[in-house]
């Protein structure tokens, strides 16, 4: 592994473990932002669905912990990691990820923008992380009585919704495309509330962007 591969794992260790101390789970990414660790079913004749019962990693989001030694042997046995994902719908914070794209016939802000004034509700102050290719994910807290399915284009062209089962990149990720870096004045933030939901109602893929 070249020495910029171990750097940057490192570096993703330690922006996980920080995440982690703030109560969210987390689990390695590979630069394609994918899982870090495969399945350990992949070559079962017939895999069961687990969810980490068996008690092995490789069980994609299923894997996040905020327990510092189990995040330790997560990234000990991904070492060519170089990025981490912070699982969506968990308490304590029910975190959900307003995704906002960059595609160049859409104009998601504006259409978050509009959603807002339709359903009479202001996006409060909180932790937005700006994607390498400029786009934007904008953390919140749901319901902790309500399941806030993922969604692609659901809400609005441009606007995917990452929440129970799936992820969000973690700041401070290296990817293919380049850095997740928190957007200035917001990393001290804690996620604030959805407000009055607008929630999807059909579940997407969990792939984050």
């Keep these: 592994m070249a020495t910029t591969d171990r750097q940057a794992t490192t570096l993703a260790l330690a922006h996980a473990l920080s995440a982690a101390e703030r109560g969210l789970a987390v689990l390695p990414l590979s630069r394609t932002k994918l899982p870090a660790l495969r399945s350990p079913h992949r070559d079962d004749p017939a895999p069961a669905l687990c969810h980490g019962e068996c008690g092995r990693?490789?069980?994609?989001?299923?894997?996040?912990?905020?327990?510092?030694?189990?995040?330790?042997?997560?990234?000990?046995?991904?070492?060519?990691?170089?990025?981490?994902?912070?699982?969506?719908?968990?308490?304590?914070?029910?975190?959900?990820?307003?995704?906002?794209?960059?595609?160049?016939?859409?104009?998601?802000?504006?259409?978050?923008?509009?959603?807002?004034?339709r359903h009479l509700f202001t996006i409060p102050p909180t932790v937005v992380v700006i994607t390498p290719g400029g786009g934007r994910h904008i953390w919140l807290t749901g319901p902790p009585d309500a399941v806030v399915p993922n969604s692609a284009g659901r809400l609005a062209p441009g606007i995917d919704i990452r929440g129970a089962g799936g992820y969000l990149v973690g700041p401070g990720s290296r990817t293919r495309h380049g850095t997740y870096t928190t957007a200035p004045g917001t990393a001290h933030l804690t996620p604030a509330s959805s407000g009055p939901p607008a929630a999807p109602t059909r579940t997407a893929s969990a792939r984050p962007s």
């Design 57 to 117: 990693f490789g069980h994609g989001v299923h894997d996040a912990s905020t327990d510092p030694s189990r995040i330790r042997a997560l990234f000990a046995a991904a070492p060519w990691a170089t990025g981490y994902g912070i699982a969506c719908g968990l308490p304590p914070h029910h975190l959900i990820g307003v995704d906002l794209d960059t595609k160049p016939d859409t104009d998601s802000p504006a259409a978050l923008r509009e959603l807002a004034l």
